[in-house]
T-cell receptor, first 115, second 113 residues
Framework: ETGVTQTPRHLVMGMTNKKSLKCEQHLGHNAMYWYKQSAKKPLELMFVYNFKEQTENNSVPSRFSPECPNSSHLFLHLHTLQPEDSALYLC??????????????FGPGTRLTVT | DQQVKQNSPSLSVQEGRISILNCDYTNSMFDYFLWYKKYPAEGPTFLISISSIKDKNEDGRFTVFLNKSAKHLSLHIVPSQPGDSAVYFCAASAEGANSKLTFGKGITLSVRP
C-alpha cells in the first residue's frame, strides 16, 4: 500500500467523450504529479502541483486539464482525446517540490484506452 | 533526445547471483539519482537514491554506484531473489528541481529460481 490511490484503474473512452481521472494521497504530502507512460517509452512528467498551485506544465495539450482542489486530491480531466493518448497515467506525491522534498510515491495508475 | 538511458531492455540472472542494472545520463546538471522498482499492475516504488556528492550508497541487498565522470550509475542487487523480478527505472533530477524527475525506459529483471 503506497498511500496513493487512483481511480478508475482502467478506462476505455471514445474520442468525443469527457472523463476524469482521480488521484488521492493519504501521506500528508503537499506536492502531486501526473505522469504518462506510453508503451516502450519512459515516464513523462505532465503536471506538477505544489501546495495546490500548478508549478509545471510540461507542454501538455489542452485536451488534458488538471485540477488540484487541495493537497490530497488531484484530477485529470480528459476531453476529445486521440488514440495516441492511450497510455498508463500515473499519479505521484511527495512532501514538497523543493530541495529535500523527498522521494515521489506513485499510485497504481489508470490504464487509458482511447477508441 | 533521451537524457537518461537504460540501454538494456532486459536482464536474466540466477537466484543468489548478483544483478547489475546500468543507467547512463547526458545532462551534467543532474545531481540526484534514484532507482524505482515496478511490479505489473502497480505503480513504481522508490528503491534507493544517491546524491552526486557520493559515489556509493548501500541499503541492504541494494547498492547504487555513481561514476560522475562517466555519467554512469549502476544498481547492484546481491543476492538476487525471485521476488526482485520487476521493471527497474533509473531517474535523475537537477538541483532545486526535485519535482522534475527524468526517467529511463526501464529494465526488466528476471531472477530464475
Amino acid at each position: 500500500e503506497t498511500g496513493v490511490t487512483q481511480t478508475p484503474r482502467h478506462l476505455v473512452m471514445g474520442m468525443t467523450n469527457k472523463k476524469s481521472l482521480k488521484c488521492e494521497q493519504h501521506l500528508g504530502h503537499n506536492a502531486m504529479y501526473w505522469y504518462k507512460q506510453s508503451a516502450k517509452k519512459p515516464l513523462e512528467l505532465m503536471f506538477v502541483y505544489n501546495f495546490k498551485e500548478q508549478t509545471e506544465n510540461n507542454s501538455v495539450p489542452s485536451r488534458f486539464s488538471p485540477e488540484c482542489p487541495n493537497s490530497s486530491h488531484l484530477f485529470l480531466h480528459l476531453h476529445t482525446l486521440q488514440p495516441e493518448d492511450s497510455a498508463l497515467y500515473l499519479c505521484a506525491s511527495s512532501l514538497h517540490t523543493g530541495t529535500g522534498g523527498g522521494e515521489q510515491y506513485f499510485g497504481p495508475g489508470t490504464r487509458l484506452t482511447v477508441t | 533526445d533521451q537524457q537518461v538511458k537504460q540501454n538494456s531492455p532486459s536482464l536474466s540472472v540466477q537466484e543468489g547471483r548478483i544483478s547489475i542494472l546500468n543507467c547512463d545520463y547526458t545532462n551534467s546538471m543532474f545531481d540526484y539519482f534514484l532507482w524505482y522498482k515496478k511490479y505489473p499492475a502497480e505503480g513504481p516504488t522508490f528503491l534507493i537514491s544517491i546524491s552526486s556528492i557520493k559515489d556509493k550508497n548501500e541499503d541492504g541487498r541494494f547498492t547504487v554506484f555513481l561514476n560522475k565522470s562517466a555519467k554512469h550509475l549502476s544498481l547492484h542487487i546481491v543476492p538476487s531473489q525471485p521476488g526482485d523480478s520487476a521493471v527497474y527505472f533509473c531517474a535523475a533530477s537537477a538541483e532545486g528541481a526535485n519535482s522534475k524527475l527524468t526517467f529511463g525506459k526501464g529494465i526488466t529483471l528476471s531472477v530464475r529460481p
